[in-house]
């Protein structure tokens, strides 16, 4: 068994409202490892590198306004002039290029067993409405696709978490160099997982 890490970004909505701490700890308190913190602007090519650049990630963020829209009865071409997903997932990629830059934002490292299915449980449903409560973006915030997408903005929905061990990796690296990374032991380790 070993250990796996997460990166979270603490989103510019997030760090408005005054939720850094109460966000952070809740990773803390479930026994996560903090081994990498960083207040920090976030450069545009550094944000175009964090998400995907691949016609799979276009379509899944397209698919979420398409779905939704259906859903609602609304017409997505009245805010995109499309309803090719992909082109309405590069429109997002665009809006999030500009969300993370409107305050610092804190890049954290997390570390732990299994940590990419524990951080996506702890943050919560992509979209805030549907996110349940309990988790970060169901208990600090209700945004929904209609409204963003009609703002000409993503959803406003606090934090990032990695998706994949595989982005895990790949998103530490690209935020972090390894001298920035402090591995240590909980004492509470030993508590939480004794070996017999
Ligand atoms: P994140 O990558 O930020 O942790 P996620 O993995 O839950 O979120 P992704 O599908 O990777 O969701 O989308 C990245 C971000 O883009 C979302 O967190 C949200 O802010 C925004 N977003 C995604 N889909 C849409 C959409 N259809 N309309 C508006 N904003 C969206
Ligand atoms: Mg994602």
Request: glycine share 8%.
């Given at each position: 068994m070993t250990k796996q890490k997460a990166l979270l970004i603490i989103k510019p909505d997030a760090v408005q409202r005054g939720l850094i701490g109460v966000i952070l700890s809740r990773f803390e308190r479930?026994?996560?490892?903090?081994i990498g913190l960083k207040f920090t602007w976030a450069a545009p090519e550094k944000i175009k590198a964090h998400y995907p650049e691949t016609e799979a990630w276009f379509t899944k963020v397209g698919e979420r306004t398409l779905t939704n829209y259906a859903k609602k009865g609304l017409d997505a071409k009245t805010v995109?002039?499309?309803?090719d997903p992909v082109a309405i997932g590069k429109t997002v990629k665009q809006w999030l290029i500009d969300y993370l830059q409107e305050s610092a934002v804190l890049l954290a490292v997390v570390s732990g067993y299994d940590v990419i299915e524990i951080v996506r449980k702890l943050s919560g449903n992509t979209i805030p409405l549907l996110a349940a409560p309990g988790t970060v973006r169901g208990d600090f915030s209700h945004d929904t696709i209609d409204l963003a997408n009609a703002q000409n903005r993503?959803?406003?929905?606090?934090i990032h978490a990695s998706d994949t061990v595989e982005d895990g990796e790949k998103e530490v690296k690209l935020w972090f160099a390894d001298e920035e990374l402090f591995d240590y032991q909980r004492c509470d380790e030993t508590i939480m997982f004794p070996a017999r």
């Open positions: 479930v026994g996560l490892t903090v995109f002039q499309t309803d993503p959803l406003r929905n606090l």
